[in-house]
């Protein structure tokens, strides 16, 4: 993996007990049943996470299921935000406080999503930047992420690009 951008934090222990926490089965579930039920209820899960990259995989299971067999296009949704939504939570959870706000969705869809699906999204850093930009100028910055999902025999099913934005909050 690459090293963060030079105004990008560095991965510290705040940020590596954020992870601990967000990847221990009984904190995580805990986590989405309390904060995103409609993520827990699915199946959502954060697989892997790391200072530049996050995995999050939704079932096909009964509750995610369309009636095309597939699995519905709002449970990958779901599932494709939580990849670089983790990420920035993550980067937000320690320093000044900042409001984080998908503000854009854009998804292509490659082919029938029938098994698992793993949805990676490789923009942490970018996302690290952007905070910390946002820190050191009170402005707000945008990062279009890009979570591409795979099924279990490693296909691309869909790609999507959600648009965050990112704003430190005033401090009066």
Partial sequence: MSQPAANAPADTPQLAAFRRRLLDPLKQRVFLLSQLP?????????????????????PFKFLTKNP????????????????????AMMHTSTGAP????????E??????????????CTDGEVIAQAIAESRATGE?????ATSTGRDASGDVVAVFHITWSFRAKNRA
Wanted: aromatic share 8%; glycine share 8%.
């Fill in 107 to 120: 998804a292509s869809f490659h082919k029938k999503a029938v098994t698992r699906v793993a949805f990676e």
């Fill in 140 to 144: 707000g910055r945008t990062v279009r």
């Fill in 98 to 105: 900042v409001s984080m706000l998908v503000v854009g969705m």
């Fill in 38 to 58: 409609a993520a827990g209820l699915a199946g959502v899960r954060v697989q892997q996470l790391s200072f530049g990259a996050a995995t999050v995989t939704v």
């Fill in 68 to 87: 095309f067999r597939s699995i519905y296009f709002a449970c990958q949704s779901m599932a494709a935000e939580m990849a670089s939504g983790v990420l």
